[in-house]
């Protein structure tokens, strides 16, 4: 990692970058037991950059990441990756801690912080909860050069 600068937030390049990725990885997981990597996705800029320190992204009744789920109610480590193949052949690693929350208990926390992260904006659809990501390391592996 001395070649790579890890941010405790996320620069401007990197928000960008999020803001237009249609996938990422998730990775959750006790150390002792293993992690679990999901592959989640969306339309362009299905997550959400609330801040350079928080990233959030729906998540609607469905499995694909009911146990990444239960596992963050665990222990609220994780790890995303985007990678953006069609531009550089960029990857974003952002590390963090993770919190669970319903639609309107999401709602409530970006009313109370000013935030307008687009809520009703997502594939028309009410989701069930969102995944709240409390960025504490980031950094970019570059094959290209991200514009």
Known sequence: MSEREVLAALDERMQTLVRRQEMMFVATGEPDDGHDCTFVTGGPGFVRVLGADRLAWPEFDDASLSDAINEIR???????????????????????????????????????????????????RRPDRWITVYVEQAYLSAAGELD
């Open 74 to 124: 665990h222990d609220p480590r994780i790890s995303l990756l985007f990678v953006d193949f069609a531009r550089a052949a960029v990857g974003l690693h952002v590390g963090g801690r993770a919190m669970v929350l319903d639609d309107d208990a999401m709602r409530r926390a970006c009313h109370r912080l000013n935030l307008d992260p687009a809520l009703d904006l997502v594939a028309e």
